[in-house]
């Protein structure tokens, strides 16, 4: 905890850095997670799952 | 101020000061009369609106004469489900060779097929087949060519007299947003599709006229459109007449809610970003106020011996 502080809650920039890289990391991560409730709930329903059907 | 109130809270007529001091406590409060008598004045209100609402509401429903769609058991029904996009194809092709003869859908485009119930390459081939109306070119006449992606469906009349003279004075409604525009949505769409019947002893229709139940009134100037195998699938799905009629359902609810699927998705974004939202919020709130709740203020009078 201590060592997170030091490193990166410290200093203004520093702090600032980390939020942006986390931001961008969690609503990345968080989006993938979202998608793959919704399309593993959906499966076989959307059009990701029937369009090879109708590709050629 | 917390001077005076400590002092006055010594005297033995306090009730003024502890009212002052309930403003800044930050405990459960103990509400006033006036506030009570607020409280049970606001909410009886409220709820004498709800309930008369309400109350309006299942007169109007119950004072009409058609019979209520029931609930279907959609597979979008949920809160996080999407549309059945292979029904959406089968409802397109019932739309194309049923529906299409009398009902238009003039703010669909063959672009919007795209990605939903057909690949870029068939929406443009079903585009194709259709005849458009274009112009004016050099010598300054209309002219007919075929369909574009960006192209909307073609109406089967060019306007609303020409659809009444065709149809007993009847207009066929356009069909773009029509689950959005009917009390039931798509249930009403399939119960009226599913549920023509022969009317009953005394309803006398005039010619051209047809008994449904689920229509307002009864009579309605569309003739039952959907029979088993009226139709053929392209993917094999048996054609009975309640698959037809669930396949276009879906497709004209689609045609309605294009959005509805990313609508869905981004509930389950937004639901549990303002989930963690609140519980940051709810724990900075503890945290920042513990401190203050945490404090004790003691009251030490000066003895007057001393």
């Avoid at chain 2, 004469?65 to 979008?76: A, G, T, Y």
């Avoid at chain 2, 006229?209 to 689920?214: A, D, G």
């Avoid at chain 2, 309605?256 to 990313?262: C, G, I, L, R």
Wanted: a positive charge.
């Amino acid at each position: 905890m201590k060592a997170i502080y030091n490193i990166f809650m410290k200093r203004t920039s520093t702090y600032a850095v980390a939020i942006m890289g986390s931001v961008f990391f969690f609503e990345r991560g968080f989006d993938v997670f979202a998608d793959t409730l919704f399309e593993s709930t959906n499966k076989g329903k959307l059009w990701k799952d029937i369009r090879a059907n109708y590709e050629s | 101020m917390a001077l005076r109130l400590s002092s006055s809270l010594l005297k033995s007529g306090n009730g003024q000061a502890l009212q002052q001091l309930n403003k800044f406590s930050t405990s459960t409060k103990t509400w006033s009369r006036g506030q009570k008598a607020f409280a049970t004045f606001a909410g009886m209100t409220i709820g004498g609106a709800g309930a008369l609402l309400y109350a309006l509401e299942s007169s109007v429903s119950a004072s009409s004469d058609n019979v209520h769609s029931p609930h279907q058991n959609w597979s979008h029904n949920g809160l996080i489900s999407s549309l059945d996009h292979a029904s959406i194809r089968r409802g397109y092709e019932v739309y194309k060779q049923v529906c299409a003869a009398c009902h238009s859908m003039q703010y669909i485009a063959y672009r919007n097929l795209v990605g939903v119930s057909h690949t870029e390459a068939e929406a443009k081939a079903e585009a194709e087949e259709a005849q458009i109306k274009d112009g004016p070119n050099d010598l300054g006449e209309y002219f007919m060519r075929p369909g574009k992606l960006s192209d909307y469906f073609p109406s089967p009349y060019p306007n609303e007299e020409a659809a009444r003279a065709a149809n007993n004075g009847a207009y066929p409604p356009d069909l773009s947003w029509i689950v959005s525009a009917r009390k039931g949505g798509e249930d009403y769409i399939f119960a009226l599709l599913t549920g023509y019947v022969d009317p009953p002893a005394g309803i006398n229709l005039r010619e051209g006229q047809y008994y449904n139940p689920y229509f307002p009134g009864g009579a309605i100037g569309m003739a039952q459109a959907l029979y088993n195998e009226a139709m053929e699938y392209s993917d094999g799905t048996p054609a009975t007449a309640s698959q037809l009629a669930k396949d276009v359902s879906v497709f004209l609810k689609w045609a309605s809610e294009p959005e509805h699927d990313v609508r869905k998705r981004m509930l389950i974004k937004a639901a549990g970003i303002f989930t963690i939202l609140a519980a940051l919020t709810y724990y900075i709130k503890r945290h920042k106020w513990s401190a203050l709740k945490t404090r004790k203020i003691a009251y030490y009078p000066k003895h007057k011996s001393q």
